[in-house]
């Protein structure tokens, strides 16, 4: 896939990054692509749409909307799925790392976080709001920098990770429903659409020694792979485990 990104006005030292990471074309303004610069931010949408037709992350927001939550690893599904401890000590790769909330989430829980996107706009659009973030000097930024690593690319083609959970979150084939999606879950229906590797994606996550393997699943769903050793239920989500 080639993408085409729109130079950002002003200085954006990671924008050059940026494009070498997912091998995009670069533009000048005002030729009508679908990524693009507004005030300082990547948005996916069409260009000169109106604001509510853009969509951006924002993993700031994402990080403050868990404040002031106390999470029990002991009670929350993914935390106890994942084994994550609340130390720092566990490892997690996330290998669909999408908008990041999970990656965020697992953070929140304590975790190590090494996430992987494929998608050149998806990882884009993370990567321009992970290097917001880090701008920061908060607390926040301080955490990413320490505990979390993201790469672009797909996670099935690493041959070796020193992890001690692999989790997998793959876009499930969706039922035609009346009512429209949230903005967010129409882009990755629209750029993603369906992850129909993604029982591969578990094989290759089975096959490389790693403790712990988490999918996570609607809750209606069959198994990606044959039966996990433990399912773990949440409202709607399902985490099933692979020992
Ligand atoms: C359902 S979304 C993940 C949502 C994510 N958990 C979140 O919190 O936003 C699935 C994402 O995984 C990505 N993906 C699927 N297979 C992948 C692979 N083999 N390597 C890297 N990314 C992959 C897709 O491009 C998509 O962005």
Known sequence: MTTKILRPLGDHTYFDELCHLIGADIVDLGHGEMLHFVDGVLFYG??????????SFDLCKEW?????KNYSLKKEPLARA???????????VDATCGTGKDSILLLKFGARVIAHERNPIIGALFFDALK????????????????????????????????????????????????L????????????????????????ARGLGVKRIVVKRPNHAEHLGDA????YHGKSTRYDLYL
């Not at 069409?46 to 969509?55: E, Q, S």
């Not at 403050?64 to 002031?68: D, P």
């Not at 996990?228 to 399912?231: K, Q, R, T």
């Open 46 to 55: 069409p260009i000169g749409g109106r604001k509510a037709d853009l969509v």
């Open 64 to 68: 403050n909307s868990h404040q002031g």
């Open 82 to 92: 994942l084994g994550v401890k609340g130390d720092g000590s566990i490892t997690v």
């Open 132 to 179: 917001r973030a880090e701008k920061n000097n908060d607390k926040f930024s301080e955490l990413l920098k320490d505990r979390f690593q993201f790469s672009f690319g797909d996670s099935s083609l690493e041959s070796c990770l020193e992890c001690d959970a692999i989790y997998i979150d793959p876009m499930y084939p969706h039922k035609k429903k009346k009512a």
């Open 181 to 204: 999606p949230r903005k967010e879950m129409q882009i990755f229906r629209a750029v993603v659409g369906s992850d129909l590797d993604s029982a591969k994606l578990l094989d290759w």
């Open 228 to 231: 996990p050793s433990h399912s």
